[in-house]
């Protein structure tokens, strides 16, 4: 094989010069490379290896003998990427000359996972890249490991983001998703003495292939200052924002391909810049670091994805960063993606932005500014367009997740928008007093301006007040949304309340993560059209009663389970056995998901052991394992990890409970680890308190990778549980009713004295037993529990134990259980976020 491959002729020789203004109509319109179409490389293997050392030679500028393993994973990303680009360029002239309404997806978080396999997957050349880096002597599985996951999301919201966006790729929608490039992401989790620290997650570092900067289309957002009034010479009064201070957001366009149909869609991410980076006069005098504040302040807005914000300079930030990337989104496709002679009257035929959550709801003033200020509309008509361009999707019940920001932050910082924020509030509570004529109490609670404890701007208040549509999550999450959350809302405006229950794209979750499964459905099924057409999985069913493909279905779990041991063996220095059942659950940590009472459960099977009340041999041989990461400022969260790798450290290590109890805890749980540790679960934890849980995607994949659930009646639980069937859902705890006629007399301690097993559960946890003897060091957690209990685990832990007694019986029958987890695969095909997606078309965009 050679080293050197030989130069792509795609320089043309009529014009050398790089400078535009140089190259004429007549280039334009003659040369193929420049007015299109633009051609990929052959899809054989010699194509690709010929690009591939093209892109090692001119694009890393070594040779293959010289190569190091990231030179080659670069190069390995170029070339597939370059096999992208011509269905990238023409999906963007193809949408530009249909003038197509277009999806504008605003989150602050997209959590992508790695795009190498995704993206070969998407065009079809995994088999083609395998053979062409065996031909240069290359390890194509080195290169994927080399590859880091981006830093640009933390949960189920960033992920949900990220797989609409693959869905309305592959269903050929135009979509531009919009969001912010962070410089660190989140944070790398590791721990120290079992106890969480956070790490810069450097994901940047290596270099990142997938993303295109583009500094020709700056935009200028603006901070700080003050507005005047004028009046123009028709008489018209006109406002003027000054800001104090600006920044400029530097887009950075990715990739979004759609499965095998040729259509590659834009997300578009912006990083923020100093106007003037450098201050060569103050360099000059010896203040090195005065040269760089202005790049420096203005870089941290982009720096960090959700800025501990327990502080106010925090605060600031947070809302620097959502202003930020919806200034910059609005500008953008206003200024540089619609014609220049559009009509801004008809904006809604050309776009509606959807708000994932709250973060991006300031786009909804952002958007009046610019109708109003620079646009020349009356306030009538800028509402009017504004009302019909934004929907909003909620996706919490917890008030302290919906967003409020102080009147003192907000008018320091976003003054104009301060003041149309009070204007729409008064006109909106004029009408509140029209439909409802009396009843002050009413309007103070629905406006959009809390007067207690202090003076603060509902954001959750303001996208409804402006959205076209408001949906929540999952059937049980929407009903709670209009009946509790926002009940005045949805009674003056009932219309405008629906549901639209999330998905999860069958391309990553199951044909890219679990290629034996994968293999096993298409070879059933007779081809792999359920990648896009998931409900075809039903045809599945009748396999649940054949003896020998429900033994495939177990060996496709068995070989998950090996590869899944391997990996936290090398990674986390783990080691489990692939002989036990793998009981998973991996979420945020939060105290309303409840990994305390997951938490109970282990340590009152630990507890039974020790105390001689059950012997180990009649223990259901179990590996429990944790994912999570907390929140930097979240204290109680954090003393929960702590206490979970605090029992994980004792139970692992006592020859008493070997073989049947192990607990694991690998640090940074990530989409990487996801797609390696969901298709071995045999069982699912979604035990959050009925009525918290919006919906949870978690839930989704495991169902759809063949793991049974264990789950309250909340969020999508409620769905999976009517969709697969009640014997094969292991249900458990209060309804949400019930929850709500428990809480004004809830007392935690009582189910302590009552509830001798739990008592000694406890009891174990309190005497120091996993943590030397330091009673101080799990005392947070047990006094929050015996003395606030906020999600009410004591009260649950009962029917959860009786239920994992169910889980126990179930599983000792391995043919039975593999009845059960094949008919969750074959009735999950709802939760395709390519079904999401065709909900929101049909109910919420029309587009």
């Given at each position: 094989m050679t080293d050197i491959a030989p130069l792509p002729s795609v320089v043309s020789d009529e014009s050398p010069s790089t400078d535009v203004r140089r190259i004429g109509p007549a280039f334009r319109t003659s040369h193929p490379l420049a007015s299109g179409p633009v051609v990929s490389p052959p899809n054989t293997v010699d194509g690709f290896v010929e690009t591939f050392l093209a892109e090692l030679n001119y694009g890393q500028g070594t040779l293959l003998s010289q190569s190091t393993v990231n030179d080659?994973?670069?190069?390995?990303?170029?070339?597939?990427?370059?096999?992208?680009?011509?269905?990238?360029?023409?999906?963007?002239?193809?949408?530009?000359?249909?003038?197509?309404?277009?999806?504008?997806?605003?989150?602050?978080?997209?959590?992508?996972?790695?795009?190498?396999?995704?993206?070969?997957?998407?065009?079809?050349?995994?088999?083609?890249?395998?053979?062409?880096?065996?031909?240069?002597?290359?390890?194509?599985?080195?290169?994927?490991?080399?590859?880091?996951?981006?830093?640009?999301?933390?949960?189920?919201?960033?992920?949900?983001?990220?797989?609409?966006?693959?869905?309305?790729?592959?269903?050929?929608?135009?979509?531009?998703?919009?969001?912010?490039?962070?410089?660190?992401?989140?944070?790398?989790?590791?721990?120290?003495?079992d106890r969480q620290v956070e790490l810069p997650d450097s994901w940047l570092s290596l270099g990142n292939p997938w993303e295109f900067p583009h500094p020709e289309r700056q935009v200028l957002v603006g901070f700080g200052g003050s507005t005047a009034t004028t009046t123009d010479a028709a008489g018209v009064a006109r406002t003027t924002w000054?800001?104090?201070w600006q920044v400029l957001g530097m887009p950075y366009h990715y990739m979004v391909p759609g499965f095998r149909n040729g259509v590659v869609n834009t997300l578009r991410l912006w990083s923020a810049r100093a106007t003037q980076d450098f201050d060569l006069q103050i360099f000059n005098s010896g203040d090195y670091a005065e040269a760089v504040r202005a790049q420096t302040f203005a870089e941290n807005i982009s720096k960090v994805l959700y800025p501990e914000d327990s502080t106010p300079q925090g605060k600031e930030l947070r809302l620097q960063q959502q202003y930020f990337f919806v200034?910059?989104?609005?500008?953008?496709?206003?200024?540089?993606?619609?014609?220049?002679?559009?009509?801004?009257?008809?904006?809604?035929?050309?776009?509606?932005?959807?708000?994932?959550?709250?973060?991006?709801?300031?786009?909804?003033?952002?958007?009046?500014?610019?109708?109003?200020?620079r646009k020349g509309f009356e306030w009538d008509e800028a509402w009017e367009i504004t009302q019909q361009c934004f929907a909003y999707t909620c996706h919490t019940l917890l008030p302290e997740a919906l967003e409020v920001w102080s009147v003192e932050l907000l008018g320091r910082l976003l003054p104009r928008h301060l003041e149309i924020i009070y204007r729409i509030n008064e006109e909106f509570l004029e009408r509140v007093r029209e439909a409802f004529p009396g009843d002050e109490m009413r309007a103070r609670r629905m406006s959009v301006i809390a007067e207690y404890p202090d003076r603060a701007v509902r954001m959750a208040y303001l996208a409804t007040v402006a959205g076209?549509?408001?949906?929540?999550?999952?059937?049980?999450?929407?009903?709670?949304?209009?009946?509790?959350?926002?009940?005045?809302?949805?009674?003056?405006?009932?219309?405008?309340?629906?549901?639209?229950?999330?998905?999860?794209?069958?391309?990553?979750?199951?044909?890219?993560?679990?290629?034996?499964?994968?293999?096993?459905?298409?070879?059933?099924?007779?081809?792999?059209?359920?990648?896009t057409d998931l409900d075809r999985l039903r045809e599945l069913e009748p396999y649940a009663d054949d003896a020998a493909f429900r033994e495939e279905f177990r060996a496709v779990k068995r070989g998950n389970k090996e590869r899944l041991v391997k990996l936290l063996a090398v990674r986390d220095g783990l080691e489990l056995s692939p002989d036990t059942m793998l009981d998973v659950m991996v979420k945020r940590l939060h105290e309303y998901k409840r990994q305390t009472l997951k938490l109970l459960h282990i340590v009152s099977l630990y507890e039974g052991v020790?105390?001689?009340?059950?012997?180990?041999?009649?223990?259901?041989?179990?590996?429990?394992?944790?994912?999570?990461k907390a929140a930097p400022g979240y204290h109680m969260a954090k003393e929960i990890i702590f206490l979970v790798n605090a029992v994980s450290d004792v139970v692992n290590s006592d020859p008493r409970v070997a073989g049947r109890l192990a607990v694991a805890f690998p640090a940074n749980y990530n989409v990487t680890l996801a797609e390696k540790l969901i298709p071995a679960a045999d069982l699912s934890e979604q035990i959050s308190l009925a009525g918290k849980e919006a919906s949870g995607t978690g839930n989704m994949k495991f169902a759809l990778n063949g793991a049974l659930t264990i789950g309250t009646d909340d969020g999508a639980n409620v769905e999976i549980r009517r969709l697969v069937g009640d014997d094969n859902f292991f249900l458990f705890g209060m309804t949400e009713p019930e929850v709500e006629r428990l809480r004004p007399g809830y007392s935690p301690s009582s189910y302590y004295e009552e509830n001798p097993l739990l008592r000694s559960t406890i009891d174990l946890l309190a005497s120091g037993h996993f943590t030397g003897g330091d009673r101080q060091a799990v005392a947070p957690v047990i006094d929050n529990l015996l003395h606030q209990d906020s999600f009410m685990a004591l009260a649950d832990f009962q029917a959860y134990l009786d239920a994992q007694a169910r889980v126990d019986a179930a599983y000792a029958d391995q043919d039975g259980w593999a009845r059960s987890a094949i008919l969750n695969v074959a009735r999950s095909g709802f939760f395709s976020s390519d079904r999401s997606m065709r909900d929101y078309l049909e109910r919420i965009w029309h587009a």
């Open positions: 080659q994973y670069l190069a390995l990303a170029r070339t597939v990427r370059r096999y992208l680009m011509a269905d990238w360029l023409e999906t963007g002239a193809r949408r530009r000359q249909a003038q197509q309404k277009t999806i504008g997806y605003l989150s602050a978080e997209y959590l992508l996972g790695r795009q190498l396999g995704n993206n070969l997957l998407a065009t079809n050349l995994q088999d083609i890249a395998e053979d062409a880096m065996r031909r240069c002597g290359i390890d194509i599985a080195a290169l994927r490991a080399q590859e880091v996951e981006p830093g640009l999301g933390n949960g189920g919201l960033g992920r949900l983001a990220a797989c609409f966006v693959d869905s309305l790729a592959t269903m050929d929608v135009p979509c531009i998703g919009y969001g912010i490039r962070y410089e660190y992401g989140i944070f790398r989790q590791t721990f120290e003495g000054t800001p104090d200034a910059c989104s609005l500008h953008d496709f206003i200024d540089n993606t619609l014609p220049a002679d559009f009509d801004l009257r008809r904006l809604h035929e050309r776009i509606v932005f959807q708000l994932n959550d709250t973060h991006p709801v300031i786009a909804i003033p952002e958007l009046m500014r610019i109708l109003m200020d076209a549509k408001v949906n929540g999550v999952a059937e049980l999450h929407s009903q709670l949304l209009r009946d509790k959350v926002l009940p005045d809302f949805s009674e003056l405006w009932p219309e405008k309340f629906t549901n639209v229950t999330n998905g999860i794209t069958p391309r990553r979750f199951v044909r890219l993560a679990n290629r034996r499964l994968s293999d096993l459905l298409t070879d059933t099924l007779g081809d792999d059209g359920w990648v020790v105390s001689g009340r059950v012997a180990a041999e009649d223990l259901t041989p179990r590996t429990f394992v944790f994912g999570a």
